[in-house]
């Protein structure tokens, strides 16, 4: 039973009434004071009969009467006026209730604008601005709109002006607009006023703001280092069906060719710049929420997935960092460097919690058991364990003759894998330090590893699945995401038996790491970019 239907309709058009009563009192007291048509209220209006077809338009909902309030309530116009035009618009049933109450606010918005191109340019700022606040899952601000819809402030502050009757506009720019009921979202968005030229377009709206996202995504770089560069770079190099571009852009008169862009955006989400030299690792967070990278310019950096901004840049290393990995919890980052060292960083703060020291040579990788226990691979031919809490080192594993370049545990954590240009892939018991396995010839330029499968049997690698117990490989270039949607294979970003996209050389030879159906590339230009792939079943 829905509330309205549990109080008797003679109470609801009471205190609908009442509050009627009130509200116009407190208009014509207001208007009195400095009328301005240089015209009184009478001291009854709007009379009982008005009154009376309000409460009848109103009932049972109680946001129309507060509407129609709010609406005749304008300093900068006569109410008698405001309130004819609310009158204007008869209607019968819920339906055309919703039309009576928002058509008056809507319609009067057209009085505004005489010229009819004028009129165009008005309706499809409204569409925009207000079609976002309505369809936005969260409310933004006045400042925040102006951002992602690429809109100056002022005016989106102008748009909204004539519509405090519907939303909730604070003075404050950074405080979220809202709609003081949802039934204005559905009446905007409903099939009854799609013909007029304020109804909202909702998959249209969606279309927008989804461009306007990826534009944003694409240029944050250089928008946050010359803002102004979002009027004339990010249009220039947007693509030709950009929503964004075709309905701001105005190509500056000094280029006098424009580059030829992409007809649509493409599957690359963002790209993330800062690093100055090659990256050598990219790893998401557990969570998926961040993204480290680590890089020849001896910093790691951490990035927010969702804005493409840097959020920590780690100083320390003194050499190459090679390789990044986070721990079980994500609340520590563990990083690999041609300084000798591993270092362990709090992921929250940025802040160096340990250096650990041991390795004579070059750190080439760093991997974390699942109950937290990390391990480090050296040009030093060994393999060290560390306790992350104590910063000691707890385990040496010797035996490789040459560097050891990548290793893995296993997901209980008992075993660990490691390949090393000896030519070998090893593994050992964590607990005992002794090697249990050594598989040999099993040369492969930049052989990675990436995980034991069917019972610690078999060695998933970047060149197909290794068998443990005959040693023979099962060849295909492959790198899948965790929950195996999607892998690259062959040079081809691959889900299932399909092809969805071939990369350019520059991503062959960049490292990869993936979050569901997010693909991160660490690039020899120093820069990281995402692909999201949303490819149907």
């Given at each position: 039973?829905?509330?309205?239907?549990?109080?008797?309709?003679?109470?609801?058009?009471h205190d609908?009434?009442?509050f009627?009563g009130?509200?116009?009192?407190k208009i014509?007291?207001?208007?009195?004071?400095?009328?301005l048509?240089?015209?009184?209220?009478?001291?009854d209006?709007p009379?009982?009969r008005?009154?009376?077809?309000?409460?009848?338009?109103?009932?049972?909902?109680?946001?129309?009467?507060?509407?129609?309030?709010?609406?005749v309530?304008d300093?900068?116009s006569?109410?008698?006026?405001?309130?004819?035009?609310?009158?204007?618009?008869?209607?019968?049933?819920?339906?055309?209730q919703m039309?009576?109450?928002y058509?008056p606010v809507?319609?009067?918005?057209s009085?505004r604008?005489?010229i009819?191109?004028?009129k165009d340019n008005?309706y499809?700022?409204?569409?925009?601005?207000?079609?976002s606040?309505?369809?936005?899952?969260?409310?933004l601000?006045?400042?925040?709109?102006?951002?992602l819809?690429?809109?100056?402030?002022?005016?989106?502050?102008l748009?909204?002006?004539?519509?405090?009757?519907v939303l909730?506009?604070s003075?404050?720019?950074?405080?979220?607009?809202?709609?003081?009921?949802?039934?204005?979202?559905?009446?905007?968005?409903?099939?009854r006023?799609?013909?007029?030229?304020?109804?909202?377009n909702?998959q249209a709206?969606h279309?927008?703001?989804?461009d306007a996202?990826?534009l944003?995504l694409?240029?944050r770089y250089?928008?946050?280092?010359?803002?102004?560069?979002v009027?004339?770079s990010?249009m220039?190099?947007?693509?030709?069906?950009?929503v964004v571009r075709n309905a701001?852009?105005?190509v500056?008169?000094?280029i006098?060719?424009?580059?030829?862009?992409s007809?649509t955006w493409?599957a690359?989400?963002?790209?993330?710049?800062?690093?100055?030299?090659?990256?050598?690792?990219?790893?998401?967070s557990?969570?998926?929420?961040?993204?480290?990278?680590a890089?020849?310019?001896?910093?790691?950096?951490?990035?927010n997935i969702?804005?493409?901004q840097?959020v920590?840049k780690l100083?320390?290393?003194?050499?190459?960092v090679m390789a990044v990995?986070?721990s079980p919890?994500g609340s520590?980052?563990?990083s690999a460097?041609?300084?000798?060292?591993?270092r362990?960083w709090?992921?929250?703060?940025?802040?160096?919690v340990?250096?650990?020291e041991g390795h004579?040579?070059?750190?080439?990788?760093?991997?974390?058991s699942?109950d937290?226990l990390?391990?480090?691979a050296?040009g030093d031919?060994?393999?060290r364990?560390?306790?992350v809490t104590t910063?000691q080192e707890?385990?040496k594993?010797e035996g490789?003759?040459?560097?050891?370049r990548?290793?893995v545990?296993?997901?209980e954590?008992?075993?660990?894998a490691?390949?090393s240009d000896?030519e070998?892939i090893r593994?050992?018991?964590?607990?005992?330090?002794?090697e249990?396995q050594?598989?040999?010839?099993?040369?492969?330029n930049?052989?990675?590893?990436?995980g034991?499968?069917?019972?610690?049997?078999?060695l998933?690698t970047?060149y197909?699945?290794l068998?443990?117990?005959?040693?023979?490989?099962h060849?295909?270039?492959s790198?899948?995401?965790?929950?195996?949607?999607l892998r690259?294979?062959?040079h081809?970003?691959?889900?299932g038996?399909?092809?969805?996209?071939?990369?350019p050389?520059e991503?062959q030879?960049?490292?990869?790491a993936?979050h569901?159906n997010i693909?991160?590339?660490?690039?020899?230009?120093g820069?990281?970019k995402?692909?999201e792939?949303?490819y149907?079943d």
């Open positions: 039973m829905v509330l309205q239907d549990a109080v008797p309709q003679a109470t609801i058009q609908i009434l009442v009627l009130d509200a116009f009192e014509r007291n207001s208007y009195n004071l400095d009328p048509s240089g015209t009184y209220l009478d001291r209006w009379g009982n008005t009154l009376q077809a309000l409460v009848d338009m109103a009932v049972p909902l109680f946001i129309v009467a507060a509407t129609v309030y709010r609406f309530d300093s900068d006569d109410p008698r006026e405001r309130l004819k035009m609310i009158l204007q618009f008869p209607g019968i049933g819920k339906l055309e039309a009576q109450t058509l809507l319609t009067q918005l009085a604008v005489n009819s191109h004028d008005f499809q700022e409204f569409r925009i601005i207000v079609g606040i309505v369809l936005l899952a969260e409310p601000s006045v400042q925040s709109l102006a951002d819809l690429n809109i100056p402030r002022e005016t989106i502050t748009r909204l002006r004539p519509l405090h009757s909730r506009i003075s404050n720019i950074d405080t979220p607009i809202r709609t003081l009921h949802l039934s204005f979202n559905e009446f905007l968005v409903s099939d006023i799609q013909s007029q030229p304020f109804g909202v909702s709206t279309h927008f703001l989804r996202e990826r944003v694409a240029d250089f928008v946050d280092l010359a803002p102004l560069q009027y004339s990010a220039v190099f947007a693509p030709q069906a950009s701001y852009g105005r500056p008169t000094w006098l060719i424009s580059p030829i862009t007809r493409s690359e989400l963002q790209k993330l710049e800062g690093h100055t030299e090659y990256v050598m690792a990219v790893v998401f557990p969570d998926g929420s961040l993204l480290a990278s890089s020849v310019d001896t910093t790691v950096r951490l990035w969702t804005t493409g840097e920590q100083n320390g290393h003194t050499g190459s990995v986070f919890d520590l980052l563990a460097s041609h300084d000798t060292t591993v362990l709090n992921a929250t703060t940025g802040q160096e340990q250096k650990l004579t040579d070059w750190v080439n990788a760093v991997a974390f699942p937290g990390l391990a480090s050296s031919k060994t393999i364990l560390w306790n910063g707890v385990q594993l490789h003759t040459d560097l050891v990548m290793i545990f296993s997901p954590g008992s075993l660990l490691s390949v000896d070998t593994v050992w018991n964590v607990v005992t330090s002794q249990v050594q598989i040999k010839n099993v040369w492969r930049n052989i990675k590893l990436y034991f499968m069917n019972d610690n049997k078999l998933l970047n197909g699945t068998d443990l117990e005959t040693g023979s490989m060849t295909s270039t790198k899948a995401s965790t929950d195996r949607t690259i294979e062959d081809w970003i691959r889900r038996n399909y092809n969805l996209l071939w990369l050389h991503y030879t960049a490292c990869q993936f569901g693909i991160a590339f660490g690039l020899a230009s820069q990281v995402f692909l792939v949303d149907p």
